[in-house]
């Protein structure tokens, strides 16, 4: 079998037991509706067919069910001819990944979006079974960097949902752009959501791109990302970065900043890459300013969780701020790691009064974590043993194994020589609950994501080139119950992967050919532009 993820039991295949043709109907039961929409859709256009509903049961047809006995999103596809095909899940979202490994089964036809060359399919008799090794099976996009329009982010909704992955980490705000629309704070988009050039590269190049950048969603946009994720029972965390990463804010409305410590008037969206010094002043209008950029958040985002990032928050323009410093002297603190915990404290007091919960990068350890806060363990391992140890919740996403930016080969080719190399067998390989971990702590570990930055990935095709085929190897160790790292059969993925890589090429993905770049893949001289691109970023480790 050439499925993706792999799953946990099959049975057969035997003979022929159902051909999908025009006769074939669906008969969708109570909760699976969504399951029903997206079939009609999705295999309805491959392979030009009605798939009409059929409440009463016929002999050629799709049945859909909630099983109770099976375990949450877990699903039990047959194949017979004296069924058609039944798809039974724990849930809905069950049903619906079953549906995923259905389309899998129909062919690299099924990925297309009109037919090509038939509108038929056959399927042998056989029983699937599976169920996700994991409840957080994610990937984080970093559209603050480089904007993504909104066409190309429901696409990225659709690549999730074919390779089982459930949580779309949804990275709104940084120094070099805020992306979501705030009505009570409009400059946040009419200002923040601009800067007037970009650096082109990684922060050691020297070349830049003159042309204004920028972009946000609107309101009614990201209602319409979070219900079409919604379909494909994927759920969107949003994250709005704070104190640090926030120069576009400040950009916006100066007195977010610090004050008495520079002139935040004369700040901009930042054209550059790297940690910023500009971060947010811990006063009183501060918080107020965020609690209300949070209460339209939430109203947009019905996700538990709540991303505050609180990483790379540098302490420099506190140390040198009377009004920082008389707050720490105020509230009793030792210094400003307590006072960054101070100020996430507070908004996990704040969300966790409205039913959600606040997850943040791994710095939020940093003088104390909040009580009910979850981590994104980012900077290795470490981050997250603590936290869970201490009984928080972590999801696990190490720099080190599961940063999509980072590139793929140390050759001269790739389009960008940015950070580790971690090629498609790295990804494979990664095991997202620590060994070091005791079993109760490890019951913490919801899951794994992995992170896409974009400082380096321009546009739709780069991010492509960057994130697959690497997560396809990913969303298998995400979902399915593999041996340890050093047992898990490689070549057999592999083998599995070159069927796979036609059904990218169905979905239009500029995925990264397993034999290297493709003559336009390659990093080319940008016309007009001088400088080196050409070291790798700083402080990058060796190539490993």
């Known amino acids: ?39 009609r859709s999705a295999l309805g256009a491959a392979f030009g067919l009605p798939l009409p509903p059929a409440p009463q049961a016929t002999g050629n047809r799709l049945t859909l069910r909630i099983d109770n006995s099976l375990r949450p999103e877990a699903y039990r ?29 129909l062919g690299t036809e099924a990925f297309r979006q009109a037919p090509v060359t038939r509108a038929t399919a056959a399927l042998p008799d056989q029983v699937i079974e599976d169920s996700p090794r994991f409840p957080w099976r994610g990937l984080m996009l970093d559209v603050s960097r480089h904007f993504m329009p909104k066409a190309d982010v429901l696409r990225y909704l659709d690549l999730l949902a074919a390779h ?75 994250e709005i970065d704070i104190p640090g990463h926030s120069q576009a804010a400040i950009a916006a409305y100066p007195e977010l900043g610090n004050t008495d410590v520079i002139d935040t008037t004369s700040l901009s969206v930042w054209d550059n890459w790297g940690v910023n010094p500009n ?17 339209e958040l939430l109203d947009l985002f019905p996700s538990t969780f709540v991303h505050v990032g609180g990483d790379e928050c540098p302490k420099d323009q506190w140390k040198a701020s009377p009004a920082a410093q008389a707050r720490i002297t105020e509230l009793g603190l030792k210094g400003e790691d307590e006072l960054q915990s101070w100020f996430i404290r507070h908004f996990d007091t704040w969300l966790t009064e409205r039913g959600r919960r606040l997850i943040g990068w791994d710095e939020i350890l940093q003088g104390g974590l909040a009580p009910g806060a979850a981590v994104s363990s980012w900077r290795g391992y470490a981050g997250g043993i603590a936290a869970a140890e201490a009984g928080h919740d972590v999801v696990m ?45 490890a019951a913490h570990v919801l899951g794994t994501q992995a992170n896409v930055w974009t400082e380096v990935m321009q546009d739709r095709s780069r991010v492509d080139y960057q994130v ?30 070159t069927v796979h890589y036609r059904r990218l090429d169905a979905l239009g993905v500029d995925y990264r050919p397993p ?30």
């Open 77 to 105: 596809l047959t194949v017979a001819s004296t069924v058609g095909v039944e798809i039974a899940g724990g849930d809905a979202a069950g049903v619906f990944w079953g549906a995923q490994t259905l389309r899998q089964l």
């Open 279 to 295: 971060v947010l002043a811990p006063t009183d209008n501060t918080l107020r300013f965020y609690e209300g950029v949070f209460e």
């Open 397 to 441: 996403c190490p720099e080190q194994h599961v940063y999509l930016d980072h590139r793929q080969h140390g050759g001269p080719d790739e389009p960008m020589p940015i950070g580790y190399v971690r090629t498609l067998e790295d990804v494979y390989r990664f095991e997202p609950v620590p060994s070091a971990l005791s079993p109760e702590a």
């Open 1 to 39: 079998m050439d499925l993706i993820p792999a799953p946990s039991y099959i049975e057969g295949p035997y003979r022929c037991g159902f051909v999908m043709d025009a006769r074939t109907s669906i008969t969708a039961g109570p909760g699976t509706e969504r399951t029903e929409r997206w079939l």
């Open 515 to 544: 034999g290297g770049p493709l003559p336009w893949q390659k990093r080319p001289a940008p016309k007009g532009m001088k400088g080196s691109i050409g070291r790798p970023i700083e402080g990058a480790p060796p190539n490993v």
């Open 164 to 238: 089982k992955l459930n949580v779309f980490h949804f990275h709104l705000t940084d120094d070099q752009g805020w992306r979501v629309e705030i009505k009570r704070h409009p400059r946040l988009t009419e200002v923040g959501a601009w800067r007037p050039r970009t650096k082109y590269g990684h922060r050691a190049s020297e070349l830049w791109d003159e042309r204004p950048h920028g972009g946000y969603y609107t309101q009614d946009d990201i209602r319409e990302i979070v219900a079409y994720a919604a379909e494909r029972h994927i759920t969107v965390v949003p």
């Open 468 to 497: 697959f085929p690497r997560l396809a190897a990913f969303a298998e160790v995400a979902w399915s119950a593999l041996p340890a790292p050093v047992e898990r059969d490689f070549v057999d993925f592999e083998r599995r992967m």
